[in-house]
Structure formats: C-alpha cells, structure tokens
C-alpha cells in the first residue's frame, strides 16, 4: 500500500505540473494519472488503496470544506447583497433542471437518476476559481463592482447547497420513495447541519481561548470533530436529517467571525494539508473510472454537460439582473462561474459506491465534467479578465 500511495503523490506531482506548463489546471493531470494507473489500465495499486478510495475522498472533502469555512467572511456576502445571495443556489438549480429535462431523453435514465447527476455535475469548484478571484483582489481588477467577491462568496455556498440536494436524492434513490415529506427533510438537514456546526464551533472557540495549544494540535482537533459530525449524519439518518459537511462549513465560518487571528492561521495550515488531498483526491477519482464505459458513454454525456453548462450560464445571467454589473462583466461571471472539480471528484463515485445503477454513468459524467469544464473555466478567466473587467489601478 505504501508502493501505491509513493506513486500517487510522485506520479500525481510529476503529471500536475506537466499541465501547469501547458497553462493548464494541475488536477486533469493528476486524474489522468489516476486513469494510466487504474485497474482499468496499468494497474499498479494496491488493492487495499482502492478499497478505502471513498474514505480518502471524503477526508479531501472534509479538508475542502472547513478550509472554504474558515476563509469565508459573512460581510462579502452583505456587501454585494442580493446577487450573492442568488449565486448561492439559482446557477445549479438551472444546471439541475437541465440534467433532469435532456438526460432521460438521451441516455434513458429515469427523472430521480437524472436529478443525482445534475447534483452531481451542478457544483463549482472553489479549487479553481478562488484562487483566481484572489489573484484579481490583488491586482484590484473588477474591484468597483466586488466581482471578485461577489464569485467567491457564491461559490463558496454554491457546493453546500448543491451536496444537500444531492444527498437528499441518492437517500430517495436509496429508499425508493419520492414524496414531499422526503424533499421537505432537504431544509431541516440545511438547519440542523447550520445548528451542529454552530454549537460545535462556539466550543471550539472556548476551548481555544481557555486552553494554550498550538495550531498543529487544533487542527487535529478540528479534523476529528468534523469526523464526529459526518458520524453523527450517519448515527441520526433515520431519525432526523442533519448535514454533516454543513456542519463542518458553519463550524468553520463561526470560527471566523468569532476570531479571525486564528481562523486565518488555521487557513494556512489546511492550505498546506490541500495539498497533499488535492493530489489523492482527484488521482484516485480517476483511478475509479472504467476508460471502455466512459468512451462507450462519451458523446451523449458530453452533450448533456454543454448543455446544462449553457443553462448555469443563463442562471448567472439571471442572477446579475438589475445590477450594476455592465455586459463585459456579466459575461466575465458567467465564464468564471463554469469550472468544476472538487466536489465531482469527491463525491462523483459515491452513487457507485452505494450500489445504485446509474453509479457507473454518475461517475462518468463527473469525470467528464471535470475534464471539460475545468479547463474551459480556468483558461476562460485567465484570458478575458483583462478584457472584460476595469482594471482600478488606471
């Protein structure tokens, strides 16, 4: 196992930066490598590896979503107002819609199938597009209209609402009922995750302040309450829905507002612990895709993704409207809102892994997803900020 894991990294590594020269995202080189190094191809790990893959998947997004917590201000979210708000879940909403009308057309699946996909493939990627927006905080371009805020604060949000959703679907796919009492357990598991992360993070923060420990030893006491709350979603499933991975994203968030001093030390640590998740997370999604299905599935999946893309372009449209916002910066959002990766990596194979039998087309559509996507996403801000935003050092 340890073979594997030294060729993960290694490989993941050596490929990531082979992209990065081309100009492009790092993590379509580590799911390549997760691909060439599969069962499917060379099949160089280990069977132990693959076998605890989704626990390793789930502790990147654990990693993911306490690190967008910590980094997240509320106040972004006030200053830009009622458009932030509305990026938080009108994007996925149209791109969910779109799934649920054109999959069951082309590739036959029933409409509760379809509604996983498009859970699946509607989230953002704060992996990408954060840094990015940061860069242009930086440089104070599109500063006048907080643009860079306005996409950060949205996609930070966008991925909770859209993992609910998707949660609450693969339950009802589980169960085998759709009725509104099942949809009705979506805001209560919204509430209660709110509530959970909330409590635990004012005890956090008291322990923190009582007791001298130094940020190495806090973060391993966050990363095991934020294991205990995804425990105690499994623990309550039949008795009330609670979100743990909100849980573990309010934690994060009360810990900023309640001291930004740590949160932003703590933000650092888990930057330095991203990297290393970053690496396993995307080479073992890509080590969990079958190369013959996913050629087989190619083309309809593809048509489906552009066209729920088109959709969360619409969306974004949607929510900039009667804003400040000229039509170069409009359209600069909705580029910018496009790029998928983390949230499809960690939780694509998920379906699969439950035993439903659209497993193997999810998880296809969120690989692809990810290598289309990701690439246009991150190229599109790179090379049209300059044209489409103000520059407010002129």
């Known amino acids: 196992m340890l073979t594997s894991l030294a060729i993960i990294f290694l490989l993941g590594l050596l490929m990531g930066s082979i992209f990065n020269k081309l100009k492009l995202p790092s993590l379509i080189g580590m799911i390549f490598t997760g691909i060439l190094i599969s069962p499917y191809a060379f099949n160089l790990l280990d069977e132990k590896i693959l076998s605890i893959s989704p626990d390793l998947r789930q502790l990147a997004l654990v990693i993911i979503l306490t690190r967008a917590g910590l980094s997240l201000d509320i106040k972004d979210l006030k200053k830009v107002g009622r458009p932030a708000i509305l990026m938080c879940f009108v994007p996925a909403c149209f791109e969910i819609l779109a799934v649920v009308i054109i ?89 209660m995750g709110i509530l959970a992360g909330v409590f635990m993070g004012i005890i956090l923060i008291k322990l923190f302040k009582k007791v001298n420990l130094n940020d190495s030893i806090k973060i391993i006491i966050i990363l095991s309450v934020s294991f205990l709350l995804i425990e105690l979603q499994n623990q309550l499933e039949n008795i009330i829905p609670l979100s743990g991975l909100l849980a573990i994203m309010s934690m994060g968030i009360l810990i900023k507002g309640k001291d930004e001093d740590i949160a932003v030390r703590l933000s650092s640590k888990y930057n330095e612990l991203w990297m290393a998740a970053e690496i396993v997370l995307f080479v073992l999604v890509g080590a969990t895709v079958n190369i013959k299905y996913a050629l087989q599935a190619g083309i309809p999946v593809v048509i489906i993704i552009l066209f729920a893309l088109v959709f969360r372009m619409i969306g974004v449209y949607v929510c900039l409207i009667k804003t400040k916002l000229s039509r170069k910066e409009r359209l600069f959002c909705m580029i910018a809102y496009t790029p998928k990766a983390t949230v499809q990596a960690a939780i694509g194979s998920i379906p699969l892994s439950m035993g439903l039998d659209c497993g193997n087309l999810v998880l296809t559509v969120a690989v692809l997803a990810i290598l289309i996507t990701a690439p246009f996403g991150s190229i599109g801000i790179d090379s049209t900020y300059k044209k489409l935003l103000c520059n407010d050092n002129k």
Do not use: H
Not at 143 to 172: C, H, W, Y
């Open 103 to 191: 999959a069951p057309k082309i590739l036959g699946v029933t409409v509760l199938e379809a509604a996983i996909m498009g859970a699946v493939v509607a989230a953002v990627s704060p992996a990408i597009i954060v840094p990015r927006m940061i860069n242009l905080i930086e440089k104070k371009i599109g500063k006048e209209n907080s643009i860079p805020q306005l996409i950060m604060a949205g996609a930070s949000v966008d991925d909770i609402f859209v993992i609910v959703l998707f949660t609450a679907f693969t339950g009802l796919a589980k169960g085998g009922d759709i009725s509104l009492s099942s949809f009705a357990q979506i805001p209560i598991s919204i509430i």
